[in-house]
């Protein structure tokens, strides 16, 4: 490639990166973006980007998305687009028949991206008058965005969902937020929130997901007015049936995530580490579960044949 040529296509990245990443426009030089595409923290390529829609499919990673540059941030998670299904006649009578595809194999096509409609709601219809949309999910080293543009809003087998055009670019921020690991489903792991008297009777749930700076939790959507955010809780966590860790935190969110089937209502508390072996303890039950969660993940790339990242 002659240097004219190199130009055009360092100018059409620099383009693309000032669109979606408009607050860090003045550091995408050229020495920055070419030493990004060099070190793998820009991504160009649909091929580069692929395992990451991958892995968020697979593993249900929640994922952050802003729209036109704006700070409110909305949730969503990457969603399966399959054919429909095939009729056919066996005995007389009309049966579907599940078409020969394999979870995600869509995405291979590297053409679309189809997501659940965002929570909060309101998201949705300001999605459909979005020039650019922004798709952040975590991995245990970094945080991934992508940037890519809103197509329409269609139906997979009668499911509402959001339909993106394939991401343009992507980047690699590394340490913008702790590693949060996500607790199997299968995990020996519950959660008691202390009731406080006259107000809450104690509550017993599973986790989330979980990192050494807090938790987050499932509550019922009946429970939702029961925490309020910056108030003081006082959790027990008990992990493989050991001795349970009993710990004060402070309430950071009340959300609603779309999963697959419904929505999730979520808590999520920040833990008030106030001594070396409290924490200590923390990061124990954090490595179990990071273990479990990367043991997962290993699980499901050699089932699937995929090369998940972790």
């Known amino acids: ?16 990166l000032v669109t979606f990443f408009p607050e860090d426009a003045f550091s995408f030089t050229r020495k920055t973006v070419e030493e ?48 429909e299904m095939v ?4 005995d ?14 869509y995405l291979q096509r590297m053409s679309h991206l189809i997501i659940l409609p965002l929570e909060p709601g309101m998201g949705n219809l300001s999605m459909r ?31 509402p969902v959001l339909r993106l055009k394939y991401p343009v670019i992507g980047r690699h921020v590394r340490g913008l937020r702790i590693f949060r690991a996500k607790v199997p489903a299968d995990m020996l792991f519950s959660i008691e929130i202390k009731g406080k008297q006259n107000q809450r009777d104690s509550i017993e749930t599973r986790p989330v997901d979980i990192s050494v700076k807090g938790i987050a939790f499932s509550i019922e959507k009946s429970e939702q007015k029961l925490f309020k955010k910056d108030e003081t809780l006082i959790i027990q966590l008990t992990i493989n049936n050991d001795q349970p860790v009993k710990i004060h935190c402070t309430v950071r969110h009340v959300s609603k995530i ?22 200590s303890a923390i990061e124990s039950i954090v490595a179990t579960v990071q273990r479990a969660h990367l043991k997962e993940l290993s699980d499901l ?9 972790l």
């Open 301 to 309: 790339s050699e089932e699937s044949g995929l090369k998940l990242v």
């Open 129 to 159: 008058h979005s020039q650019q949309v922004l798709v952040r999910l975590f991995t245990s080293s970094s945080a991934i965005e992508l940037g890519a543009f809103f197509d329409t809003t269609t139906l997979v087998r009668d499911l």
């Open 92 to 105: 007389g009578e009309t049966v579907q028949i599940p078409p020969d595809y394999n979870q995600g194999d």
């Open 1 to 16: 490639m002659n240097d004219e040529s190199n130009d055009k296509v360092l100018d059409s990245i620099k383009k693309k």
């Open 36 to 83: 990004g595409l060099e070190h793998g923290d820009i991504m160009v390529k649909a091929t580069d980007i692929l395992p990451y829609l991958q892995t968020a499919l697979l593993d249900e990673k929640t994922l952050e998305v802003e729209l036109d540059g704006m700070p409110r941030v909305y949730f969503s998670k990457v969603y399966d687009d399959p054919p």
């Open 258 to 279: 779309r999963s697959k089937q419904s929505i999730e209502y979520l808590c999520g508390v920040e833990f008030d580490l106030r001594t070396r072996s409290l924490a």
């Open 87 to 90: 009729e056919e006649e066996i």
